[in-house]
């Protein structure tokens, strides 16, 4: 499978809890980290979303922002992860930005090259990640 999407887990389906129109998911990724992510109840039926089934959760880079200091800050974004920066790539407007968890797992972000500045993103740098859980596609395999 190729997508455009930068960031492609494969993961664990790790729980299920379902509402009225739509489940959240966690899932667990071999590193250690965790996601979650909120899907429909037809996604999670028509995937065979159950504990232990291999997933795949996708998410484009635009959609993870970036905050550094987040020590006091409750967001209602299921995805706060915490990790460091490890490369930055400036382009004309946007920044390609990965940041690495404690686990091992990297994340790409797109953010302007103003919000790379004003953060002080640079390598070892810490930074959060945040994606929110509606941002997160999920994909079994065929």
Known sequence: MKVSARNVFEGIVGSVHSGTVNAEVGIELPSGDKLVAVITLESVKSLQLTPGKPVLALIKAPWVMLMTDASGIRLSARNCLAGKVTSVNAGAVNAEVVVTLPGGT?????????????LGLAPGVAASAVIKASNIILGVPA
């Not at 972000?109 to 919000?115: E, H, K, S």
């Open 106 to 118: 990297e994340l790409t972000a797109i953010v302007t090259n103003d919000a790379v500045a004003e």
